[in-house]
């Protein structure tokens, strides 16, 4: 098969309708599958989403499967992946709605560009307002300066600043947002599926990162573009934004995101130097600046699994990723 379409579902049939309503179009052409995964919600989801998928006669090319327990977004992922054998997957949010074209431009970004692994589309509000979606990996260096949030530092240190600006060509991030990236099947013979030992965020940072350690380039390319919902399901934007504390498994993820590809001091040096770069952040406001940085606990939440952290997921009550 030339692709096969994962998405994931916790808790949201009514978002699923809609990324259905606008995906099915889109592979009406396409040698495709959806595999929407159910990551054992243990609400009307199911029953939702068959009632919908039988009354538009989308069975045949939309299969529903039941996860046994909710093993987090990669978990989700994977079981979709496992059930499909095809050229190229497409991970994509249920809270994504996808443009006219969208997919089309992603395969033939694929075919164009053979030494790279993974694609990704502009993603962007109802409104048109792009969203950030191009990022640097993040590295102890990064953690201090979006502690310390100074623009002088981020501009000394320019090369290490994580996000990138919304970009309007073709362009080689290290890493992009799994809310809708387009995955080569080669790529997941070189380094496996996704880690499970995520339950959600850093998956696709991790991802990307074995991705270019195989030598598979990322491309993404702003034609291709996806609606992102963003925060319609999950907390964890909006807690940050408010400044309020963010789920355990934020920090569990963050934590084995840098033992993995630090070892255990170079974790231990993110958090000295998160805390570094706050204690600059705390001085900038008592000189009368705003604090534009850290949440609730942050300072504490940081050392959650620092001496163990590939220890399981602690499991939360959400988890859709945003």
């Given at each position: 098969?030339?692709l096969a379409i994962?998405i994931?579902?916790?808790r949201?049939p009514?978002?699923?309708?809609g990324?259905?309503?606008?995906?099915?179009?889109?592979v009406a052409?396409?040698d495709?599958?959806?595999v929407?995964v159910?990551?054992?919600?243990?609400?009307d989801?199911?029953?939702?989403?068959?009632?919908?998928?039988?009354?538009h006669?989308?069975?045949?090319?939309?299969?529903?499967?039941?996860?046994p327990?909710?093993?987090?977004?990669?978990?989700?992922?994977n079981i979709?992946?496992r059930?499909?054998s095809?050229?190229?997957y497409?991970?994509l949010?249920?809270?994504?709605?996808?443009?006219?074209g969208?997919?089309?431009?992603?395969?033939?970004?694929?075919?164009n560009?053979?030494?790279a692994?993974l694609?990704?589309?502009?993603?962007?509000w109802p409104?048109?307002?792009?969203q950030?979606s191009?990022?640097?990996?993040?590295?102890?260096?990064?953690?201090?300066?979006g502690?310390?949030?100074?623009?002088?530092?981020?501009?000394l240190?320019?090369?290490?600043?994580?996000?990138?600006?919304?970009?309007?060509?073709?362009?080689r991030?290290?890493?992009t947002?799994f809310?809708?990236?387009?995955?080569?099947h080669d790529?997941?013979?070189?380094?496996g599926?996704l880690?499970?030992?995520?339950?959600?965020y850093?998956?696709?940072v991790?991802?990307?990162?074995?991705?270019r350690?195989?030598?598979?380039?990322?491309?993404?390319?702003p034609?291709?573009?996806v609606?992102h919902?963003?925060?319609?399901?999950s907390?964890?934007k909006?807690?940050?934004?408010?400044?309020?504390r963010?789920?355990?498994?934020y920090?569990?993820?963050?934590?084995?995101y840098?033992?993995?590809f630090y070892?255990?001091?170079?974790?231990?040096?993110a958090?000295?130097?998160?805390w570094c770069?706050?204690?600059?952040?705390k001085?900038?406001?008592w000189?009368?600046h705003?604090d534009?940085?850290a949440?609730e606990?942050?300072w504490?939440?940081i050392w959650?699994?620092?001496?163990?952290p590939l220890?399981?997921?602690?499991?939360?009550?959400?988890?859709?990723?945003?």
């Amino acid at each position: 098969m030339m692709l096969a379409i994962v998405i994931v579902n916790y808790r949201t049939p009514k978002l699923i309708v809609g990324c259905l309503q606008s995906v099915l179009p889109e592979v009406a052409s396409i040698d495709a599958k959806i595999v929407v995964v159910d990551n054992c919600s243990g609400d009307d989801s199911l029953p939702t989403i068959g009632a919908w998928l039988h009354d538009h006669d989308a069975h045949e090319q939309v299969e529903l499967l039941a996860a046994p327990t909710n093993g987090g977004f990669a978990s989700g992922n994977n079981i979709g992946i496992r059930a499909v054998s095809a050229t190229y997957y497409l991970l994509l949010n249920s809270d994504a709605l996808v443009r006219p074209g969208a997919i089309a431009t992603l395969l033939e970004t694929a075919r164009n560009h053979p030494d790279a692994g993974l694609f990704s589309p502009r993603l962007e509000w109802p409104d048109g307002r792009g969203q950030e979606s191009c990022f640097r990996f993040h590295t102890p260096v990064s953690e201090f300066m979006g502690a310390a949030h100074t623009g002088i530092i981020d501009r000394l240190l320019q090369r290490f600043v994580v996000y990138w600006p919304v970009q309007t060509g073709i362009a080689r991030p290290e890493w992009t947002s799994f809310a809708c990236v387009m995955i080569r099947h080669d790529v997941l013979d070189a380094v496996g599926l996704l880690d499970e030992g995520y339950f959600m965020y850093f998956e696709d940072v991790a991802f990307c990162r074995k991705a270019r350690q195989a030598g598979w380039m990322v491309v993404h390319n702003p034609v291709a573009r996806v609606v992102h919902l963003r925060g319609g399901t999950s907390t964890v934007k909006a807690s940050a934004s408010q400044k309020k504390r963010v789920p355990r498994y934020y920090y569990e993820s963050r934590a084995r995101y840098f033992y993995q590809f630090y070892g255990i001091i170079g974790l231990w040096v993110a958090n000295l130097l998160w805390w570094c770069g706050r204690a600059i952040a705390k001085t900038r406001l008592w000189l009368g600046h705003r604090d534009k940085t850290a949440v609730e606990w942050q300072w504490l939440d940081i050392w959650t699994n620092c001496l163990a952290p590939l220890r399981p997921y602690t499991a939360p009550k959400i988890q859709t990723r945003e």
